[in-house]
């Protein structure tokens, strides 16, 4: 089965590929992408989902192998018998708190420094609306989310916030997300964290 | 190596990250390490290199009552002077 979802805006394709999946016994199903953006957030719900993501690129369009596991449903996938606890940071400003924004600024500095210490981590951040602006050029605390980064933080920016601040171009850490794949990670979340 | 300094409430802070960055010098905040206290939680941590310039533009700029720690080797901290 092929499903061709070029020209549709992001999270269209995630949608199609959610509810082919679904659909889906056994087997597999290539979906049609034709940017970069939707093709990362495509193969990243289906291995979010357990299955197997096969991309091939011709001429700017990506087709996407998308290969259902064999243990009936997305939700029967088969999950380690003590799952950790899930804790999402959900960080909705450039500033922390409600009140001063120069003390704002220098609070969210300091919570990302202290964060990156703790032994549990939040995974992953989250970024939206003038939040965008810490993970993008002239951020002060780049250093602090690409250490998290690579101590295996998932750090994810809000494309339609990027896009509204004219910083599409300019995102410096992370990648760029959807409401989708946003929505999933705060309902799948057992403790949400609103710095 | 760096040194951490400390001040006596976040406004203070505020005016001394102020007029170091005006004089762009490579300056961070930084959460109070655990092992230093003071009433406020946040520090500012530069390269020992600068150290005295710091001082003396913060001193100048009327701020006293700063604390300065240096961060050795390992992690721990040692009051400077």
Request: a neutral charge.
């Given at each position: 089965?092929?499903i061709d979802?070029?020209?549709?805006?992001?999270?269209?394709?995630?949608?199609?590929?959610?509810q082919?999946?679904?659909?889906?016994?056994?087997?597999?199903?290539?979906?049609?992408?034709?940017?970069?953006?939707?093709?990362?957030?495509?193969?990243?719900?289906?291995?979010?989902?357990?299955?197997?993501?096969h991309?091939?690129?011709?001429e700017?369009?990506y087709?996407?192998?998308?290969?259902?596991?064999?243990?009936?449903?997305?939700?029967?996938?088969?999950?380690?018998?003590?799952?950790?606890r899930?804790?999402?940071?959900?960080?909705?400003?450039?500033?922390?708190?409600?009140?001063?924004?120069?003390?704002?600024?220098?609070?969210?500095?300091?919570?990302?420094?202290?964060?990156?210490e703790?032994?549990?981590?939040?995974?992953?951040?989250i970024?939206i609306?003038?939040?965008?602006?810490?993970?993008?050029?002239?951020?002060?605390?780049?250093?602090?989310?690409?250490?998290?980064?690579?101590a295996?933080?998932?750090?994810?920016?809000?494309?339609?916030?990027?896009?509204?601040y004219?910083?599409?171009?300019?995102?410096?850490?992370?990648?760029?997300?959807?409401?989708?794949?946003?929505?999933?990670?705060?309902?799948?979340?057992?403790?949400?964290?609103?710095? | 190596?760096?040194?951490?300094?400390?001040f006596?409430?976040?406004?203070?802070?505020?005016?001394a990250?102020?007029?170091?960055?005006?004089?762009?010098?490579?300056i961070?905040?930084?959460?109070v390490?655990?092992?230093?206290?003071?009433?406020?939680?946040?520090?500012?941590?530069l390269?020992?290199?600068?150290?005295?310039?710091?001082?003396?533009?913060?001193?100048?700029?009327?701020?006293?009552?700063?604390?300065?720690?240096?961060?050795?080797?390992?992690?721990?901290?040692e009051?400077?002077?």
């Amino acid at each position: 089965m092929e499903i061709d979802c070029r020209g549709k805006a992001c999270p269209q394709p995630v949608i199609t590929a959610k509810q082919a999946l679904e659909q889906l016994k056994e087997g597999e199903v290539v979906l049609v992408v034709d940017n970069p953006s939707s093709s990362e957030n495509v193969e990243r719900f289906a291995r979010s989902q357990g299955c197997s993501v096969h991309v091939v690129e011709k001429e700017g369009d990506y087709y996407l192998r998308l290969g259902k596991p064999r243990s009936g449903g997305t939700s029967a996938f088969p999950q380690e018998g003590k799952k950790a606890r899930k804790t999402v940071a959900y960080i909705s400003s450039q500033f922390l708190g409600i009140g001063d924004d120069t003390l704002g600024a220098i609070l969210m500095k300091v919570f990302l420094k202290t964060l990156l210490e703790m032994e549990n981590k939040p995974n992953p951040l989250i970024f939206i609306n003038s939040g965008v602006k810490l993970t993008s050029e002239g951020s002060e605390v780049l250093e602090s989310l690409r250490a998290l980064a690579g101590a295996g933080v998932e750090i994810l920016s809000c494309g339609t916030c990027l896009d509204f601040y004219g910083l599409k171009e300019k995102l410096r850490v992370g990648i760029v997300s959807n409401m989708y794949d946003i929505a999933r990670s705060l309902l799948e979340a057992d403790t949400i964290i609103r710095p | 190596m760096t040194c951490v300094l400390l001040f006596d409430s976040v406004h203070q802070v505020m005016r001394a990250e102020k007029l170091l960055k005006k004089r762009n010098l490579q300056i961070d905040l930084i959460p109070v390490p655990r092992e230093i206290s003071s009433d406020c939680g946040v520090a500012i941590e530069l390269p020992s290199e600068i150290k005295e310039e710091a001082l003396h533009l913060i001193g100048r700029g009327g701020l006293s009552n700063v604390i300065c720690y240096r961060r050795i080797e390992g992690g721990s901290f040692e009051k400077d002077g």
